[in-house]
């Protein structure tokens, strides 16, 4: 893939989506404060403008053509090579659309939010903005300006809106992610300035190569400072407290999409540019992924904070990506990018389930709940389904994904991949333990008068199901359009 096939868009649509998340912030700043309702109406609106945008980029993409589609490439700073390149290809559509889903889902997640509610969206809405540049863009710089973009906004939202140490959840949070960026940027520079200091295009940077070398030393940079935003262990100590500090739709929005941002900078930035890196760097990071995925494991088995869970279930998932990454072969990287998305779904259900059991309980340790699909069954499947997602049950997205990645580990690293399997074995332990002590068992009776979630509430939840369900029994028409990018990659590794 050294020159990657461009189709230019006769409709800015990549543009769309994301201008239509400034837009919204700009409305949202102008409504006054005491038109709450109001504020949650326009943060709907433009979700689902968002959603319907990206479900048309998915479905009018053409995997059989592949290369890059939708392309805008606009000139920006001659003197040093910057340009607006937005385009899309197998690799982002589906992170665009799993962004999409998740604000929209968590929008209507937080639709009983009374605190500050104009703040809290306009802030949720610079963050979403950040993910989909940083999902959209083929140039460095705007790479880099919008993953930095995504991150700020982190900390006050959980500061503010947070709860169980949220000040310390968001102040360990910014700080690793913005040590990760502090990696990201002289990574970047350096390969700008070996190149020529001429171009920040990701594609005309791979044509124009690098030595070997400079290639072991960006990448190693690239890995570990995108590697901290995706949990990489022994780097992902931030990413459970900051869920379990998080409010819900947070929480969904940093599981689901932000985490995906690290696995995507690695392989779309660092695995792109620098292979040969690549090739000297897999072995550990394969030894990283594997041990992400057996300690998040044995981990999340000791918790009794249903956040927690989640959020140690998170660090040994995406231990999967990056074993899939690793294995440098097309079912793999292909089974890794159908983690991220499989993942970013399941996870948004996971959290959207627990904050609403939290709103009613007003906690969320194990031992103090249980019995609870008595009185709330509707509540209670929903995390449910999220657990058995989460286990690699056939029939659900995450299978699919979690088996290519296996296959290709078995295949590449023998041992290791044999330790990562017996870590799902782990994990499905702890997931149906969770399971049976919160939602079976002994009821709790000061729970008996808790009322299931409504119809309007539950509608996001069953969103998140339906995808669940729908990718893992037609999974070929999200992996059709991912192997159109990941075939001439690995091809040219």
Known sequence: MLMTAMEFAQFPILSAILFSTLVALLVILFIPHDRPKLVKQVSLGFAALGLALSLYLYLTFDPQKGGLQFVERVLWVKSLGIYYFLAADGMNVPMILLTAVVLFTGVLTMWELDKRVKEYFALTYLLVAGVYG?????????????????????????????????????????????????????????????????????????????????????????????GILAGVWPFHTWSPVGHVAAPTAVSMIHAGVLMKLGAYGILRVGMTLCPEGLVYWADLMALLATIGIVYGAFVGLAQTDLKYVIGYSSVSHMGIVGLGLATMTVDGINGAVFQMFSHGIMTALFFSAVGYIYDKTHTKMIPELGGLSKTMPKASAFFIVAAFCGIGVPCMSSFWAELLVFISAVKTYPVRGILAVSGLVVSALFMLRVVQKTFYGDKNPKWEHIPDVPLFLASPRIILVGILIFYGLFPRLILDVIQSAVVPFVNSL
């Open 134 to 226: 940083v999902f959209m863009s083929m140039d460095l710089f705007f790479i880099f300006v919008w993953y930095d973009v995504s991150l700020f906004p982190m900390y006050p939202l959980i500061a503010i809106w947070g709860s169980t140490r949220k000040e310390y959840g968001a102040m360990k949070l910014t700080l690793y992610l913005l040590a990760g960026s502090a990696l990201i940027l002289p990574g970047i520079l350096y390969l700008w300035a070996v190149a020529g200091g001429t171009t920040f295009d990701l594609f005309e940077l791979q044509r124009l190569g690098f030595d070997v070398q400079v290639q072991r030393i960006a990448f190693v940079m690239l890995y570990l400072g995108f």
